[in-house]
């Protein structure tokens, strides 16, 4: 018998990776989503059963497949309106493949990839809520355990287990298929996938709650979820133009955090500890979403928002050091963002862009029409931008009492720490 902890782990790497594969054959054979995520949890359950005595498979990813597979044809096999079924979801099919001989089988397993996408559109189906578009994406695609999930988002696993129920129930109820949208339904559910992997990413970048101020490992998962788009979708700009902006971001990782443990901000960080083997990754993604931007509809806009986003990062992955920044160019990219995309963040970033390229004074003008607009009266950032502005000008007490109020808003207690400091002026 093989070493059961080794072989748990081995599981899990590969479930990890095949995840989205095996459930995305699973739905195509049963027409529900949610059954579909049950069976391919089956399988998974199995492997951690029997591989410990059996040995690990030669093709452990086909190994889960052909055995969540198999589940599924007990399943229909065994309803008792299996005519009405197969009329229903077109499944004959599907039902002969269950029939074809192993090499047969592995050759039919490399055509899923336009189910994977189309599992990957339903998992993130506008129909479902943030959260839950979230949670399910990470459990379908991302192969994480309901305790995982709970774990990265300082959860309870109940609350996470309920959240994923629900979300399987009612795209079951909505009849959420796997097909890919087409024409302007496609960019609308693009634009909803795009999200849930940003919204993944930014939780791990910087944590809302909590001790840490990074949390790595939805950074990489989020990454993670991003190459396999880049994978699935290649001819969309979008999809490499978040890719590229989460990379980017990530490579900074290491120099976030100083030897304290304190956060260290963009302009302190000590460049060489950034990754640049990630950041030329990152930026061979924005010339590939760069060169699609130009293939487009007469009245589509140049760049997406992401791709514009990229952009800006790219600035400052350029610039070795924070001097050598080009803080005119990310205004200007800033201000097209704002265009495209109108945000009180977006103008709250473009401040912040406009105190060096222009001086604070300038910035504070902009900073204190978005206080009046109230637009972000419970973005802590907010005060903590406006803090920093009015310390450059001097206006020592009032800046004291903007990080005060900035670090009574936040709840991660990382960024609190930093924000109390400056506070104190020990930054």
């Known amino acids: 018998m093989r070493d059961p902890e080794e072989v748990r782990r081995t599981v899990e790497a590969v479930w990890r990776i095949e995840a989205a594969k095996v459930t995305a054959v699973v739905a195509r054979l049963v027409g529900d989503i949610g059954l579909a995520e049950d069976l391919a949890q089956d399988a998974f359950v199995q492997a951690l059963e029997q591989w410990p005595r059996d040995g690990i498979p030669d093709k452990p990813g086909a190994w889960l497949t052909s055995t969540a597979r198999r589940r599924a044809i007990d399943r229909i096999r065994r309803d008792v309106n299996l ?10 099919e599907e039902l002969r493949v269950a ?18 996408l189309g599992l990957v559109f339903a998992a993130c189906h506008p129909v479902l809520t943030a959260q839950a578009r979230i949670s399910l994406t990470l459990r379908m695609i991302g192969g994480l355990t309901t305790r995982e999930i709970a774990r990265a988002f300082l959860s309870q696993e109940s609350t996470i287990a309920q959240r994923i129920s629900r979300a399987k129930k009612t795209l079951s109820q909505d009849g959420v298929t796997l097909e890919i949208p087409s024409g302007a339904e496609l960019a609308l559910r693009l634009a909803s996938v795009l999200e849930v992997v940003y919204l993944i990413f930014n939780e791990g970048y910087a944590a809302t709650s909590g001790r840490d101020w990074v949390r790595g490992d939805l950074m990489e998962e989020a990454i993670r979820l991003g190459r396999i788009l880049a994978a699935l979708a290649p001819r969309e700009a979008e999809v490499h133009g978040l890719l590229a902006l989460m990379e980017i971001q990530a490579s900074r990782t290491r ?45 589509d806009p140049p760049r997406g928002p992401y791709v ?10 350029r610039a070795r050091t924070a001097e050598a920044t080009d803080w005119a160019r990310i205004v200007a990219l800033y201000v097209e963002l704002g265009r495209l995309k109108p945000s009180p963040v977006v103008d709250l970033n ?26 972000l009266a419970d973005y802590h950032l907010l005060p903590s931008v406006r803090g920093d502005l009015l310390a450059r000008l001097g206006r020592t007490d009032e800046a004291r009492a903007e990080f005060e109020r900035a670090a009574g808003m936040t709840q991660n207690e990382a960024e609190r720490a930093l924000l109390l400091r400056r506070a104190a002026g020990d930054d």
């Open 83 to 92: 005519a009405a079924k197969l009329q229903q979801v077109g499944h004959a």
């Open 350 to 375: 473009r401040a912040v862009a406009l105190s060096y390229a222009a001086g604070p004074a300038a910035a504070l003008i902009v900073v204190d029409a978005l206080v009046e607009s109230g637009a």
């Open 255 to 299: 120099a976030r955090i100083g030897r304290d443990g304190a956060p260290v901000l963009l302009l302190d960080q000590d460049r060489t500890r950034w990754d640049w083997s990630l950041i030329r990754h990152a930026l061979a993604a924005l010339d590939r979403a760069t060169a699609l931007s130009g293939i487009r509809a007469a009245d």
């Open 308 to 317: 514009l986003q990229a952009e800006i990062a790219a600035c400052h992955a």
């Open 99 to 116: 029939d074809l001989g192993e090499a047969d089988f592995d050759q039919a397993l490399e055509d899923v990839d336009d189910d994977v």
